[in-house]
C-alpha cells in the first residue's frame, strides 16, 4: 500500500509538472535582441508626411531587456538635416510593438503575434532568404493593407517596412548593423567541443548537444 501511495504522489507530481512546463512555454515569447545591438535604415518618405515623420535615416538602439520587456533609442534624421531623438518602450509579449518594430523571434510561416494598437493577431505569412545589410538572413514578412513588413527570423526586428498612411508613405530599409559581418542580426558563428554552431543575442551557441556559454 506504501508503495502505491507513493507511486501515486509521484506520478500526480510528474503531471503537474508537465502542465506548469507547457503553460510557460505556450505562454511566453522569446526575445532575440540584447543590450548593446543597433541597427540603421535609409528612410524614403513620400506625400504630406507630419514633420516628425518627414525622416530619411533612422537609428534604433535596444538599450534596456528585462524579460519580453525592451527599451529602446530611436533617433531619425528628417529631411531638413535635423536630428530627432525618443525612448521608447516595447514588450512584444504584451503586444506593445509599436509599427512592428520588434516581434517575437523564431516565429515562423502560420505563427502569429499581437499587436495592442490592432487588438488582434497578426499571421506570419511567409520565409526566405534576402540580402540586407551586407548579409544573407532568413526572413520572416507579413502583409496588411496597410504594411508591409520583412523581419530578421533570428531576433523579430525589422529590416524592410512599407508603411501608407493617410496622406503620406514611409518605406524604411535596413542598411546597417551591429553585426554586419554575420549572416543574422545579433548572430556570429562562435566554436565550442561540437564543432561549428550559432551563437545566439543571449549569449549562447546552439548545437545538436543544446546551448552553451559563448566564449
Not at 18 to 37: I, P, Q, R
Not at 40 to 60: F, I, K, S
Not at 115 to 142: F, M, P, S
Request: charged share 15%; glycine share 10%.
Amino acid at each position: 500500500m506504501w508503495m502505491i501511495k507513493r507511486v501515486f504522489v509521484f506520478g500526480v507530481v510528474l503531471v503537474l509538472s508537465l502542465l506548469f512546463f507547457c503553460s510557460f512555454a505556450a505562454g511566453g515569447v522569446t526575445v532575440g535582441v540584447k543590450v548593446g545591438d543597433w541597427i540603421e535604415y535609409t528612410v524614403l518618405t513620400t506625400g504630406d508626411a507630419p514633420q516628425v515623420q518627414n525622416v530619411q535615416w533612422a537609428r534604433m538602439d535596444i538599450i534596456g531587456v528585462q524579460g519580453s520587456e525592451i527599451k529602446v533609442n530611436v533617433t531619425t534624421q528628417g529631411n531638413d538635416g535635423a536630428f530627432y531623438s525618443q525612448i521608447m518602450d516595447l514588450d512584444p509579449e504584451e503586444g506593445q510593438i509599436g509599427a512592428w518594430f520588434i516581434i517575437p523571434a523564431n516565429l515562423t510561416v502560420g505563427d502569429d503575434f499581437y499587436d495592442i494598437n490592432l487588438g488582434r493577431n497578426v499571421t506570419i505569412e511567409g520565409q526566405e532568404q534576402k540580402n540586407y545589410a551586407g548579409a544573407v538572413r532568413t526572413i520572416i514578412n507579413a502583409t496588411t493593407p496597410e504594411r508591409i513588413k520583412d523581419w530578421d527570423k533570428e531576433t523579430g526586428i525589422f529590416l524592410k517596412s512599407i508603411d501608407t498612411l493617410p496622406g503620406y508613405t514611409i518605406n524604411a530599409t535596413a542598411i546597417k548593423n551591429k553585426h554586419v559581418e554575420s549572416t543574422n542580426f545579433g548572430v556570429r558563428l562562435c566554436v565550442i567541443g561540437c564543432g561549428n554552431c550559432w551563437c545566439s543575442c543571449a549569449g549562447y551557441c546552439c548545437c545538436h548537444r543544446g546551448c552553451l556559454a559563448a566564449p
